[in-house]
């Protein structure tokens, strides 16, 4: 096993998760794979994909962006975030809803602009750019009812048994909204080179992912006032994920996707948030290292086709 690799499998082990990993350089397809192709649970990663259909649909005339939607406090998906956090009547636009659910995951936002897209508007956003392996089969409503059920009686005190763990279907790829390490670098590609929507809401997508507020996971892995990470977070019991794209200020940029699974179920585990902004970070170096030539045992390798990982 080549250094990098090694590395990366070594900072999982010491944070006590099992990790996935797909590291590319936007322009240039040189790649870090660490279980690129390896089915993963998304989470609210998957909130990336609901806002580029969003996007989509907008660019094609089928929304509008600035609509006013009225969110009364009884329909909201519960979450600790956002409108789902909220006790009174608000009134905003589309656009707004996404800001909520890309920048603080806010679930209840999510399910409001799921409701304008369609779950099959998500899948074919999806899968009009190549991404063969990710589909989204429930809301996030459903998502968490279905852990309440699975958890039974005792709720979110089952939670920390490890065989209610093993039965909760939100964790099973074959299941649940789910996608791959590379199908995910792949769609983040896409939205940075202006594939996945017009230049116009390319950019939207962009600015929203770079207001995401939430810094102990990739971000963490990049302390540089002058390096930007745009990204999107997902969390489930014993899940921590996070995609993203790091920008140099020397014009480099890489998309980056970690999807880890605990051994412990303890909700607040710093090491298994902070081992996606390390295992981020090694891989990063490892491609800017590539492209400079100074790699010495080469862990990387150059994609072909039309992006990163085809």
Same mark, same amino acid.
């Given at each position: 096993?080549?250094?990098? =690799?090694?590395?990366?499998?070594?900072?999982?082990?010491? $944070?006590?998760?099992?990790?996935?990993?797909?590291? #590319?350089?936007? /322009?240039?397809?040189?790649?870090?794979?660490?279980?690129?192709?390896?089915?993963? #649970?998304?989470?609210?990663?998957?909130?990336?994909?609901?806002?580029?259909?969003?996007?989509?649909?907008?660019?094609?005339?089928?929304?509008?962006?600035?609509?006013?939607?009225?969110?009364?406090?009884?329909?909201?998906?519960?979450?600790?975030? *956002?409108? $789902?956090?909220?006790?009174?009547?608000?009134?905003?636009?589309?656009?707004?809803?996404?800001? =909520?659910?890309? %920048?603080?995951?806010?679930?209840?936002?999510?399910?409001?602009?799921?409701?304008?897209?369609?779950?099959?508007?998500?899948?074919?956003?999806?899968? !009009?750019?190549?991404?063969?392996?990710?589909?989204?089969?429930?809301?996030? !409503?459903?998502?968490?009812?279905?852990?309440?059920?699975? %958890?039974?009686?005792?709720?979110?005190?089952?939670?920390? /048994?490890?065989?209610?763990?093993?039965?909760?279907? %939100?964790? /099973?790829?074959?299941?649940?909204?789910?996608?791959?390490?590379?199908?995910?670098?792949?769609?983040? *590609?896409?939205?940075?080179?202006?594939?996945?929507?017009?230049?116009?809401?390319?950019?939207?997508? !962009?600015?929203?992912?770079?207001?995401?507020?939430?810094?102990?996971?990739?971000?963490?892995?990049?302390?540089?006032?002058?390096?930007?990470? $745009? *990204?999107?977070?997902?969390?489930?019991?014993?899940?921590?994920?996070?995609?993203?794209?790091?920008?140099? +200020?020397?014009?480099?940029?890489?998309?980056?996707? #970690?999807?880890?699974?605990? %051994?412990?179920? $303890?909700?607040?585990?710093?090491?298994? /948030?902070?081992?996606?902004?390390?295992?981020?970070?090694?891989?990063?170096?490892?491609?800017?290292?590539?492209?400079?030539?100074?790699?010495?045992?080469? +862990? #990387?390798?150059?994609?072909?086709?039309?992006?990163?990982?085809?």
């Amino acid at each position: 096993m080549n250094r990098t =690799l090694h590395r990366i499998g070594a900072a999982f082990a010491e $944070a006590g998760v099992t990790g996935r990993l797909h590291a #590319v350089d936007i /322009d240039s397809g040189t790649e870090v794979d660490a279980g690129a192709d390896h089915p993963v #649970v998304t989470a609210s990663v998957h909130k990336l994909c609901l806002l580029v259909a969003l996007h989509q649909q907008a660019a094609a005339g089928r929304l509008d962006l600035t609509e006013q939607v009225e969110v009364p406090p009884a329909d909201r998906t519960a979450g600790p975030t *956002g409108l $789902a956090a909220m006790l009174d009547p608000v009134r905003m636009s589309l656009r707004d809803a996404a800001y =909520l659910m890309t %920048a603080v995951s806010d679930n209840a936002a999510a399910d409001l602009l799921l409701a304008r897209t369609g779950i099959d508007g998500v899948n074919e956003a999806t899968a !009009r750019l190549g991404l063969t392996r990710t589909r989204a089969v429930h809301t996030f !409503r459903s998502l968490f009812a279905g852990i309440r059920e699975d %958890a039974g009686p005792a709720a979110a005190r089952a939670l920390a /048994d490890p065989q209610v763990i093993a039965r909760l279907r %939100a964790l /099973d790829p074959a299941r649940s909204n789910r996608s791959t390490p590379r199908d995910m670098t792949r769609l983040l *590609g896409a939205v940075w080179r202006d594939e996945a929507c017009t230049p116009e809401h390319g950019a939207a997508i !962009r600015r929203l992912l770079g207001l995401q507020v939430w810094p102990h996971r990739m971000a963490s892995g990049f302390p540089f006032d002058d390096v930007h990470v $745009a *990204g999107k977070t997902g969390s489930l019991p014993t899940v921590r994920n996070e995609v993203g794209v790091i920008e140099y +200020p020397d014009g480099g940029r890489y998309a980056v996707a #970690v999807f880890t699974r605990a %051994a412990n179920p $303890a909700a607040t585990l710093p090491a298994a /948030d902070a081992v996606i902004g390390t295992t981020a970070r090694i891989a990063v170096d490892a491609l800017r290292a590539y492209s400079t030539g100074s790699m010495p045992d080469r +862990p #990387v390798r150059r994609t072909t086709g039309a992006g990163p990982g085809v």
